[in-house]
């Protein structure tokens, strides 16, 4: 079954392209891949645009459809081995994560007390930019009254 959906998947894949390098751009002419005017009498009075575009959708559609049966087949498939690691390996992730487990406490104080000093600081330079900002504003402002009262 997996098979047959994935040979469909890939038959779909190779039709959208196909059908996507047919189309032509909105300022071509619906025929030029045809010859003259042959596009009318093949795909009806509407063109080709109509069609492929149509075709696109649809199979585009299906496509999607395969994918999402390609992953439901995947899952109900997939296998994972009890014996995936020795049983010497087993014990030694399993000792490693206890003394992890032991050490993620003290690194967590350590890591909030350090987030805690950096954003003192950045709080501090903050304060210190709007400061200055404001300093710089206030010149401006005394700068720009001056020069309207020299004007007037």
């Known amino acids: 079954m997996e098979n047959f959906i994935l040979v469909v998947h890939v038959l779909l894949a ?3 392209i196909g059908l996507i390098m047919l189309q032509q751009g909105k300022g071509a002419e619906a025929g030029a891949s045809f010859g003259s005017g042959s596009s009318q ?8 645009g109509n069609f492929f575009s149509r075709m696109t959708g649809i199979l585009a559609a299906i ?3 395969t994918s999402v049966a390609l992953a439901v087949v995947a899952k109900k498939t997939s296998v994972i081995d009890e014996d995936f690691l020795p049983a010497s390996a087993a014990e030694a992730v399993i000792d490693d994560s206890e003394v992890a487990a032991g050490d993620l ?13 950096d954003a003192a600081q950045a709080l501090e330079q903050a ?16 700068n720009a009254a001056k020069a309207l009262e020299t004007e007037e």
């Open 105 to 117: 406490g003290a690194a967590l104080e350590s890591g909030a007390i350090e987030l805690e000093t």
């Open 63 to 65: 496509f999607f459809v």
């Open 41 to 48: 009498t093949v795909f009806g009075a509407v063109g080709t």
């Open 14 to 16: 190779l039709g959208i």
């Open 127 to 142: 304060e210190l930019i709007i400061d200055d900002a404001a300093e710089s504003a206030e010149k401006t402002l005394e």
